[in-house]
């Protein structure tokens, strides 16, 4: 479930991140002070969004358990944490 939500959240702030990084490197390319400029909210939210709904794709039609099974819960044993699975029949 965590990696799930790190997908998301990475997914939502990679185009900020990558914009930053953008603006540095031409300014350090171009040999000029930082200057502070707007950022361009609706771009980035967009992209975001695009990218959270291939995340959202991809783990639905690439990820989880083959179909048909049966499925077995998570359980404890040796004092050992057993997750959850689908055992094929």
Known sequence: ???????????????Y?????WIRFERWRLR???EKRP???IPIVAVGTFLVI???LGEA???GD???GRYVP???EDGRLIPGHIEAE
């Open 32 to 34: 000029q002070p930082p």
């Open 1 to 15: 479930m965590g990696r799930i939500i790190l997908l998301y959240v990475l997914a939502m702030v990679l185009p």
């Open 74 to 76: 998570a359980r404890l």
């Open 66 to 68: 083959p179909a048909g």
């Open 17 to 21: 991140v990558a914009f930053k990084l």
């Open 39 to 41: 950022v361009p909210w």
């Open 54 to 56: 291939l995340v959202t």
């Open 61 to 63: 039609f690439l990820g």
